[in-house]
């Protein structure tokens, strides 16, 4: 099925360690994003790309790392990971609309990662 | 800066009884606005989304929101609930000049529905 897939679902660190993330989409979408949702605060961007080879940061990049080589691929890297970081994470993606280059933002998300630092 | 604020945490209605989820954002000018759903222990899927023209919007599953520019909100209605439609909803805000296609999210509302 098309969509967007992230694995692994359920993932315990200890503190210190590293981990990818990773996010797949086969919708041939330009735009994806990673976000993290904790409880009362809604979503919160971490980093996003606008197309292969391009990445920028969002609201909360500390500590993460993307990169985008291929259309399909967006692994988001904990560096050190931090009890802090502990959150469901989402990726995201979207097409780009029209010829204005501005995307039509119906996001199509994951069904998350749920990661726990101890 | 731009902001959305979504005023109710909890909201318990009756199986059958209308809804309303209210939603306020702030933006100097006409914003893309959306909702979402999200299940419990599942992604987010778009509901429906304004980006012009008719400020009533239909969506998926029954539900329509309501531009207001005057009262700069996005309520998001249905006319009757069903069970399924306990989950939560977040309300979105996109600004139609940014390039770098960032959406701005409330911090969601969680409807419980009451058999």
């Known amino acids: 099925n098309a969509g967007v897939t992230q694995t692994p679902k359920f993932q315990v660190l200890k503190t210190g360690q590293s981990m990818t993330l990773q996010c797949a989409q086969d919708?041939?979408?330009?735009?994806m994003s990673w976000y993290r949702q904790d409880p009362g605060m809604g979503l919160r961007l971490i980093h996003y790309?606008?197309?292969?080879?391009?990445?920028d940061q969002g609201e909360v990049p500390n500590g993460y790392n993307v990169s985008r080589s291929t259309t399909e691929d967006f692994p988001l890297r904990l560096l050190s990971a931090a009890p802090s970081q502990t959150s469901v994470y989402f990726c995201?993606?979207?097409?780009?609309?029209?010829?204005?280059?501005?995307?039509?933002?119906?996001?199509?998300f994951g069904s998350g990662t749920r990661l726990t630092v101890v | 800066a731009q902001s959305v604020t979504q005023p109710d945490i909890h909201i318990t209605v009756s199986e059958g009884a209308s809804l309303e989820l209210r939603c306020n954002y702030s933006?100097?000018?006409?914003?893309?606005l959306f909702w979402y759903v999200q299940s419990p222990g599942q992604g987010l899927q778009l509901l429906l989304k304004?980006?012009?023209?008719d400020t009533l919007v239909q969506g998926i599953k029954g539900f329509e929101a309501e531009f207001k520019r005057s009262q700069s909100s996005f309520n998001l209605r249905k006319p009757s609930v069903h069970w399924s439609d306990a989950a939560e909803y977040f309300c979105?805000?996109?600004?139609?000049?940014?390039?770098?296609?960032?959406?701005?999210w409330g911090a969601g509302t969680k409807l419980i529905i009451k058999p």
């Open positions: 995201a993606s979207s097409p780009r609309e029209g010829t204005s280059g501005l995307a039509n933002y119906g996001y199509t």
């Open positions: 919708m041939n979408h330009e735009y």
């Open positions: 790309s606008v197309g292969a080879g391009i990445t």
């Open positions: 933006y100097g000018a006409t914003p893309y």
């Open positions: 304004y980006f012009s023209g």
């Open positions: 979105a805000v996109g600004a139609p000049m940014d390039s770098n296609y960032q959406l701005i």
